[in-house]
């Protein structure tokens, strides 16, 4: 169905508070894509009822993660009733097991990935002063989610730049997204 409907998947990855929502939120203004993002499909899982919801709930106040099984079956879900055949998803893949469990149950290669960077003082800053804080936006889970991120999502990026383009933006003191290289990419790609 995939093939069918022509589908162009971008995945944005960058460290927690780089600003991958901020940016997808902008590409699906300027470029009409859909957004899922991980993260928030985790979210709305961890408030269902029962062992599952408050599994989920645990695992991300702790800076874990969650199984990659539960995460693909979430994404695939949302993707199956996306109308758009151009689609974001923001915060995947975070580690080997992620990129595992997606290339044996979807088998679906990205078109190209967006790699938000910034360092770990500013973005501790942006999550810790964001509106509306998240229940994980506390020092310590935030120093777990950084240690994750180097130690499990870097080695899967890297991974990716050998099968697939990379875009990397550092978006540490500026947001003017559209100066960056990834407004051409996705006008070239998709
Ligand atoms: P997730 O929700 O993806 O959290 P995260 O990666 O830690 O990233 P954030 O959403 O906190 O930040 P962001 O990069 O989107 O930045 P934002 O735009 O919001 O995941 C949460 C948890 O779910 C994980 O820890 C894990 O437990 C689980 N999970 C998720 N994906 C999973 C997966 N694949 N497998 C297993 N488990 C998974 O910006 C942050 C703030 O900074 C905002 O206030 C914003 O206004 C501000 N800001 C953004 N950009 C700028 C800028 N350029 N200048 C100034 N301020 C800015």
């Not at 995945?11 to 894509?33: A, D, L, M, R, Y």
């Not at 859909?34 to 961890?46: C, K, P, V």
């Not at 050998?162 to 550092?170: D, E």
């Amino acid at each position: 169905e995939a093939q069918s409907k022509n589908l162009k998947l971008v995945f944005v990855t960058g460290g927690p508070g780089s600003g991958k929502g901020t940016q997808c939120n902008k590409i699906v203004e300027h470029f009409g894509f859909e957004h899922l993002s991980a993260g928030e499909l985790l979210r709305a899982e961890q408030n269902s009822d029962g062992e599952i919801g408050k599994m989920i709930k645990g695992l991300i106040n702790e800076g874990k993660l969650v199984p990659s099984e539960m995460t693909v079956k979430l994404i695939l879900n949302a993707m199956s009733k996306c109308s758009n055949n151009k689609i974001l998803i923001d915060g995947f893949p975070r580690n080997d097991e992620n990129r595992e469990v997606w290339d044996r149950v979807a088998g679906l290669k990205p078109e190209f990935i967006i790699f938000i960077t910034s360092s770990e003082e500013v973005m501790q800053n942006r999550l810790l002063s964001r509106n509306e804080g998240r229940d994980d936006d506390n020092l310590e889970t935030i120093r777990k989610r950084f240690k994750l991120f180097n130690e499990q999502t870097l080695p899967v990026i890297k991974h990716y730049e050998s099968i697939a383009a990379v875009q990397k933006v550092n978006l540490q003191n500026l947001n003017i997204w559209y100066t960056f290289g990834f407004p051409q990419l996705l006008n070239l790609y998709c």
